[in-house]
């Protein structure tokens, strides 16, 4: 029996996947702490920034304290999102948790900015900038699918807790997050850094990334364009097949982003629990009887 698991961990396909480089942990850990220290920043200034508003500091300190506050947040999940692509799985888990608070808090401050500018013009009354009932209905909310711009501005974008929707990204972001997604359909143009999934049941999901990790999945098909090979765990049922979506000025954002061309390492997944030299049971290739085929999200 000794022999046998010496055979069966020698022949791992991809053992370096479970080495452990210090130097690279202490890295992440720092970034860790970075986060951490962001984040208790931001509950220390909410409040600071509390008690001033009942006490006689001028306007402009409060106003201080709020953009210091709201860029703080938006430092935390950048740092995340250009972090992803080198962090191990685990640790892209526990911080869903934390940029999803960070992202509801950015909702909530956003809003903020506008008072600030209308405090320094009490005298002036202008119907055309006084936010309409109407207007403050986002449009995306009310759709299933919605449009992200090429923009430097897209770091990252998370899409959370959804059931029986269908989720259109188009365009460009730098890294992207799944979390509990149920019955699901999800198509992504090109995302340059890494996709994390995490804890999704039968979803459709077509998606064009450097990386994409996998936890936690059910019953879910993927249809993938990547740069290395995918990675899941604690996985069942999941289904493998290759990228077919278009719309207007995809093949030159993936062009830009070297994802033209089909590189067939969707085809070989690492389960990264499954440690025999045999194929793992949790993952298969999509007959291709069974696939989609392509898929254009141009249209309505």
């Known amino acids: ?48 920034h509390r008690s001033a508003d009942s006490s006689s500091s001028p306007s402009f300190e409060s106003t201080s304290t709020f953009l210091s506050r709201f860029s703080n947040s938006k430092s935390s999940i950048k740092l995340v999102a250009e972090n992803s692509y080198f962090l191990p799985f685990y640790e892209v888990r526990s911080l869903l948790k934390t940029t999803s608070d960070l992202r509801q808090s950015l909702k909530v401050l956003s809003p903020e900015l506008l008072p600030f500018s ?3 013009k009490p005298t002036i009354k202008d119907p055309i900038t006084e936010p309409k009932e109407e207007e403050k209905v986002q449009e995306p909310e009310k759709k299933s699918g919605f449009r992200v711009p090429d923009s430097p501005e897209v770091g990252e974008s998370s899409i959370l807790n959804l059931d029986s929707c269908e989720v259109r990204l188009m365009g460009s972001v730098r890294a992207l997050f799944v979390h509990r997604l149920r019955n699901c359909r999800v198509y992504t143009g090109r995302v340059i850094g890494s996709v994390s999934v995490d804890g999704v049941e039968r979803c459709v999901f077509v998606m064009a990334s450097h990386q994409i990790r996998i936890h936690n999945a059910k019953t879910s098909d993927f249809y993938l364009r990547v740069k290395s090979w995918p990675i899941i765990k604690d996985s069942c049922g999941v289904r493998f097949a290759p990228y077919y979506l278009t719309y207007k000025g995809i093949e030159k954002e993936l062009r830009e982003a070297s994802l033209d061309e089909e590189t067939e390492k969707w085809s070989n997944v690492d389960d990264f629990l499954w440690l025999r030299a045999i194929q793992s049971p949790n993952w298969f290739v999509l007959p291709e009887n069974e696939s989609l085929g392509l898929i254009d999200i141009s249209k309505s």
């Not at 022999?3 to 720092?30: C, F, G, M, R, W």
């Open 1 to 48: 029996m000794e022999n046998e698991d010496e055979v069966a961990l020698s022949s791992n396909p991809n053992p370096n996947i479970l080495a452990t480089d210090q130097s690279l942990e202490k890295k992440h850990q720092s970034m860790l702490n970075r986060l951490s220290n962001h984040h208790q920043t931001r509950l220390d200034s909410s409040l600071t």
């Open 118 to 120: 209308f405090r320094k």
